[in-house]
């Protein structure tokens, strides 16, 4: 696929990932406008994972370039790629004695200056995000002591303090129920509205990933397998031959025939 730079928000050409110099996955290539969504799907193991680091830039390139319009992301500085990017990973992370409101605080730092201190201003902007993130409950809780879904949704908000213009998440409805799913996602699409966001993510859970991309990215094996809309990546038995699913898994089991029949309706 070859890729006009000036037409798309964010792309990678021929970007190739992997560890210890040693290829993974070859030839990605991502296209989106600003405020599209990208969700990579693929079974466990897939990659997905090692090509968010590689665009968030925590793992380096083997090949290829990831730009954001016509800056290549390798060349900008960090505090620069700070105001344009945020990250949210599963890693679980650790706040000794800093409250949520103190964590969600942190992603004002890009905007603070040498010393780190920050202005009536950011911290009006800090406890309107916990507001938008349903997190205003808890913002006076030690971080570490909170249960994981709320973790995630607190790591939301300090990545949503950074302004960012993209927003790269692995897995960030992990730990939460259906109901808090459904609320994550929701406060993407309304960041959607209301800033342009545009956002790079994986999710296990395809009926969410069919509902809420604008593009897909199929994971499996060295290249990519698909890349399109949910409606082309959908289509036909590709889901079920993406995950290796044959007539013989779960062959009796009707709550998991329903399902997959669901995602094909949704």
Known sequence: ????????YFTTQKMCVGYDGRPLIKDVEIALEQGEFLTLIGPNGAGKSTVLKSIAG?????????????????????NELARKMSVVFTQKVRAELKTC???????????????????KEDWRLVDEVLELTRTANIAGQDFDTVSDGQKQRVMLARAICQEPEILVLD?????LDIRYKLEFL????EMRDKKNLTVVMSLHELELAKM????????????????G????????????????????????DKKFQAYIRQIGQI
């Open 58 to 78: 925590q793992l380096r390139l083997l090949g290829g370039s990831v730009c954001l319009g016509e800056n290549v992301l390798s060349e900008m500085k960090r």
């Open 171 to 175: 897995e960030p409805t992990s730990y």
């Open 1 to 8: 696929m070859a890729v006009d730079m000036e037409q798309y």
């Open 212 to 227: 809420i991309s604008d593009q897909i990215l199929c994971l499996k094996g060295a290249y990519v397998e698909r890349y």
């Open 101 to 119: 409101r103190d964590v969600a605080a942190t992603g004002r730092y890009p905007y603070t200056g040498r010393f780190g201190v920050l202005s």
């Open 186 to 189: 929701a406060i993407l699409e």
């Open 229 to 252: 809309t949910p409606e082309e990546i959908f289509e036909g038995d590709f889901i079920r031959e993406l995950y290796g699913i044959d007539d013989g898994i779960f062959s009796g």
